[in-house]
């Protein structure tokens, strides 16, 4: 997991990779990014780093379109947590405002950690803010300003683990005040669980192709 996150923290799209993805017609239902981009790396088009981020970005981005369809008017994202920086990365944020996603991409959560904790407060347990303006927990007065500058008005976060380790959260953003049911909170916690699983599905398939290739 730890070289998935590293991954997305460097990665960067070069204009050689963008002009490659352009290229593939986004009507055709019937491409296969993940088949694409393999052929990119097995000519050496791409590297390693590059194919595991972008790899890891698709998976992600179903899941945040498939979730956005299920929880109509919200926003996705899925943040990935760097523990050696106390940084968040941005796994997946398909239609979340550009301002906050600038924001988001490697920001730093250590003031989100309580004085003798580990981890910052959205990546304990299932974090349902209402109304960002009036919120008094610690993560909402740490990046309020962000969130209502760039128009959203209540989010609700809950935390992504691995094998009893936190490795980063998902976050549903409303651009209007919002309650949570009890119902919304125990479906996304569903979702985010099936969010969890297939990615690590996908980490253990690149690994297997690049220790078949010697490449790790």
């Given at each position: 997991?730890?070289?998935?996150?590293?991954?997305?923290?460097?990665?960067?799209?070069?204009?050689?990779?963008?002009?490659?993805?352009?290229?593939?017609?986004?009507?055709?239902?019937?491409?296969?990014?993940?088949?694409?981009?393999?052929?990119?790396?097995?000519?050496?088009?791409?590297?390693?780093?590059?194919?595991?981020?972008?790899?890891?970005?698709?998976?992600?981005?179903?899941?945040?379109?498939?979730?956005?369809?299920?929880?109509?008017?919200?926003?996705?994202?899925?943040?990935?947590?760097?523990?050696?920086?106390?940084?968040?990365?941005?796994?997946?944020?398909?239609?979340?405002?550009?301002?906050?996603?600038?924001?988001?991409?490697?920001?730093?959560?250590?003031?989100?950690?309580?004085?003798?904790?580990?981890?910052?407060?959205?990546?304990?347990?299932?974090?349902?803010?209402?109304?960002?303006?009036?919120?008094?927990?610690?993560?909402?007065?740490?990046?309020?300003?962000?969130?209502?500058?760039?128009?959203?008005?209540?989010?609700?976060?809950?935390?992504?683990?691995?094998?009893?380790?936190?490795?980063?959260?998902?976050?549903?953003?409303?651009?209007?005040?919002?309650?949570?049911?009890?119902?919304d909170l125990v479906q996304y916690n569903m979702c985010n669980q099936l969010i969890v699983e297939n990615l690590l599905l996908k980490k253990e398939q690149l690994i297997r192709v690049f220790k078949n290739e010697n490449r790790l």
């Amino acid at each position: 997991m730890d070289k998935i996150v590293t991954s997305l923290r460097e990665f960067k799209l070069t204009n050689d990779i963008k002009n490659m993805i352009s290229s593939i017609d986004p009507a055709n239902k019937s491409t296969d990014l993940s088949a694409v981009l393999r052929g990119y790396y097995d000519k050496d088009l791409i590297g390693e780093s590059e194919y595991l981020a972008l790899e890891t970005k698709i998976v992600l981005k179903r899941f945040c379109l498939l979730m956005e369809q299920k929880f109509n008017g919200l926003m996705h994202g899925v943040y990935l947590y760097d523990h050696k920086t106390n940084k968040v990365w941005n796994a997946s944020v398909p239609n979340i405002p550009t301002g906050y996603n600038e924001y988001s991409n490697g920001a730093s959560v250590e003031e989100d950690i309580q004085i003798g904790e580990h981890v910052p407060e959205q990546m304990k347990s299932i974090l349902a803010v209402p109304d960002v303006d009036r919120a008094e927990d610690l993560t909402s007065l740490n990046h309020k300003k962000d969130l209502m500058k760039n128009g959203i008005y209540a989010y609700c976060s809950a935390p992504l683990s691995c094998n009893g380790s936190v490795i980063g959260h998902t976050a549903m953003f409303s651009k209007m005040k919002r309650d949570f049911s009890d119902k919304d909170l125990v479906q996304y916690n569903m979702c985010n669980q099936l969010i969890v699983e297939n990615l690590l599905l996908k980490k253990e398939q690149l690994i297997r192709v690049f220790k078949n290739e010697n490449r790790l």
